[in-house]
């Protein structure tokens, strides 16, 4: 297929924008609220605080994200359901997410005193810093089965083609988010359990009005009774198994970068782990704003291939990635020239402004290195090959723990260079499997 031709075609264009644009303002917000999180804790008195709710947002992002395998697996099956016109698939994929996060959410609230003890024991962060990640963590927890349902409302949504609820789903749960975060920090002065608080009551939020989408999408389609789907809801349930298990490896990997970011950054003292907060927030902004492209991807990639569909496929591919380069392109020369005043717009605390400045440089490399790594996953989740994410994952990883302790002695510029190798390492090692399948017409194997 000729690129440029593909290009010049508006409903090519259209097809893409439709679905992407509502999940990226809609992602957008998720960084946002952790943007604000981050201004309204970290213009309390004390670096503490500001360390504290990042180490505990960061812990529950470890427990609830380890669990993001409920969103993908189920986006890129019910896509190809969709794709095939198979009704009764469709809604089995919805009963089965659904009861396995009921399932683990249960797990976690049992056993989340434990889980808190074991977790924060491997941070080297101050005793201030933990002492108030624990707090956090210990009111944010009750969030578990609402945030674990989102996970599976939002991939169902989406997997049938519709961006638009899931897009109004997040924005509420972070919009209320915002608004009682800055009601219960400022307003009432309960500042880190306030901000958890906040979290608790927008998660839930955010479920009542999924259930209430999926609940219209059901109709419309004249999907089977849930109450038949549940007698039958074992039916291809270990292909949905082994998926989530591949997914689920490649997120522990994945998240396990993430931590050690944060524990490592912690052990250099509380202004870095102040910093590397910022600056993760940044690093959440392009996570999430290309996520939003990703999803697209995941949505477009699951009905071609349920269609079968190589020309389909073509399109989506091409148009998505230019979209990606031209938002990439932006972030790169904001960070680039206004990175000092966004910096300035979280913290006012001298000394974490004058430290996150440092590592910016780092931060402005990101958006084009890592754009790769987003939309790629996006392409295997909607192909639901779990394996070789799985695959691609480990060796990313094994890069960023080698590169860390190869230049160990940089310190917290060894951390951010790991971090960059990571993203370029999930790029090219999916872009080498996709290409070879591609060329030797295994995708839609």
Not at 100 to 118: D, H, K
Not at 181 to 194: A, M, R, S, Y
Request: glycine share 8%.
């Amino acid at each position: 297929m000729n690129i440029f031709q593909t290009l010049s075609n508006r409903a090519m264009h259209r097809q893409v924008l439709l679905l992407a644009i509502p999940m990226v303002l809609s992602n957008i917000t998720v960084p946002l609220l952790g943007l604000v999180d981050a201004a309204v804790i970290g213009h309390l008195e004390h670096a503490w605080y500001l360390g504290g709710v990042a180490l505990g947002s960061m812990v529950i992002s470890v427990t609830f994200w380890l669990l993001g395998f409920l969103r993908m697996s189920t986006t890129g099956l019910a896509a190809q359901a969709c794709g095939g016109s198979e009704r009764h698939q469709l809604g089995l994929v919805f009963v089965q997410g659904l009861l396995m996060a009921v399932a683990f959410s249960a797990i976690i609230l049992l056993i989340y005193p434990w889980l808190s003890e074991f977790i924060f024991g491997f941070s080297d962060a101050s005793v201030q810093v933990k002492h108030y990640a624990a707090q956090y963590f210990e009111v944010r927890i009750w969030s578990a089965p609402a945030a674990l349902a989102n996970f599976v409302l939002l991939g169902w949504l989406l997997g049938t083609q519709n961006a638009k609820a899931p897009m109004w789903m997040v924005i509420i749960t972070n919009v209320t988010n915002i608004v009682l975060d800055v009601l219960f920090v400022i307003g009432l002065g309960w500042k880190v359990e306030g901000a958890a608080l906040a979290s608790v009551i927008a998660d839930y939020s955010g479920c009542g009005f999924g259930f209430a989408c999926v609940l219209h999408t059901w109709r419309k389609q004249h999907l089977p009774p849930v109450l038949g789907l549940l007698k039958v809801s074992g039916d291809g349930v270990m292909r949905f198994v082994k998926l989530n298990r591949d997914i689920f490896l490649r997120s522990l990997c994945l998240q396990a970068s993430f931590t050690f970011m944060t524990f490592q950054g912690a052990s250099f003292g509380d202004q870095i782990v102040a910093a590397n907060a910022v600056l993760m927030s940044f690093l959440m902004l392009i996570s999430y704003g290309m996520d939003g492209f990703a999803y697209a991807m995941e949505a477009m990639v699951g009905k071609a291939i349920g269609a079968k569909d190589r020309q389909q496929l073509s399109q989506s591919l091409i148009g998505t990635f230019f979209w990606s380069l031209v938002i990439c392109s932006g972030l790169t020369l904001v960070f680039a020239f206004a990175g000092s005043q966004l910096i300035n717009l979280i913290t006012d605390i001298e000394i974490v402004h004058d430290t996150a400045l440092v590592y910016l440089p780092w931060l402005v490399a990101m958006p084009l290195v890592s754009m790769w790594c987003f939309l790629l996953d996006g392409i295997f989740i909607g192909a639901t090959k779990g394996k070789d994410m799985r695959n691609g994952m480990f060796i990313a990883t094994s890069c960023f723990f080698a590169t860390f302790y190869l230049f160990a002695s940089w310190q917290n510029h060894a951390l951010w260079l790991a971090m960059l190798t990571f993203m370029l390492m999930r790029g090219v090692t999916l872009g080498v499997m996709f290409i070879s399948q591609w060329k030797q017409d295994r995708f839609f194997a």
